[in-house]
């Protein structure tokens, strides 16, 4: 006799709650990046939000922000609604980055559908959120389940799409200087990049659009720019997102 696995999408149920072993269950998580400047060295970083876990398993680690799949409602939808609830955050790029689902991932079988999210400064709640603390995405703790794994992929995959999308954007305001747009770039690789190099590549790409506004302050005033909306912020492929 062949044994069917069952799939449930039934939210807030524990792994205590669970009665056989073949339920699988799935959830949605968020990898949320933006860029936090550290007020004694004037670094800028990449930077997360991590929500402690105040029960089992994993009760008093950190964790990405999540939650259960709705029956009622699309992936897309999930992953925001999740982060409003956990972080007060609305995403204005928000895509799908990868399934995650080792059998022994969690107590029970889960299965997490991971987005990745892109938010500037101005865009993150001006309170505290209960629960709720930024981290380098660098120097990161140990975190609950796999959820290390998980953002190092996140970082790869961002670290790759930056060379050919204009998906730094999802960072900056909608005008800023090219040292701002570079500032973006070496945090997200980790490097240094020549200033020379780095403005005659981008301003070859086609991508940017100069204004004819500037930034003044101590410095030579610096021109602004914005990106060419008709280019996209990442390649989503022919897929139609379906909400």
Not at 169 to 185: I, K, Q
Not at 203 to 219: A, C, K, Y
Not at 227 to 236: M, S
Request: net charge negative.
């Amino acid at each position: 006799m062949v044994t069917m696995t069952q799939t449930t999408l039934i939210p807030g149920i524990t792994s205590a709650e669970t009665t056989t072993d073949d339920v699988t269950r799935v959830a949605v998580s968020t990898v949320i990046f933006t860029l936090r400047r550290d007020p004694v060295s004037d670094r800028a970083a990449i930077v997360l939000p991590l929500v402690r876990r105040t029960r089992d398993p994993h009760e008093g680690l950190w964790a990405l922000p999540g939650g259960w799949l709705d029956t009622s409602e699309s992936l897309d939808a999930a992953a925001s609604r999740t982060l409003a609830e956990t972080t007060g955050i609305a995403p204005s790029y928000l895509e799908q980055l990868y399934a995650f689902g080792a059998v022994d991932r969690s107590p029970g079988r889960v299965v997490s559908i991971v987005y990745w999210a892109l938010v500037r400064p101005d865009e993150i709640p001006d309170h505290d959120v209960e629960n709720v603390t930024w981290f380098e995405a660098a120097q990161l703790p140990l975190l609950a389940f796999d959820h290390n794994e998980i953002v190092e992929y996140a970082l790869w995959r961002l670290r790759n799409k930056v060379g050919y999308s204009r998906i730094a954007h999802g960072l900056l305001a909608d005008e800023f200087t090219l040292a701002e747009l570079r500032e973006v770039y070496e945090s997200i690789l980790g490097r240094r990049l020549d200033p020379a190099n780095f403005r005659r590549q981008v301003e070859n790409s086609g991508n940017l659009i100069p204004t004819d506004r500037f930034r003044t302050g101590s410095h030579r005033p610096a021109r602004l720019y914005r990106y060419n909306q008709d280019v996209e912020l990442a390649d989503r492929g022919p897929l139609v997102v379906r909400h």
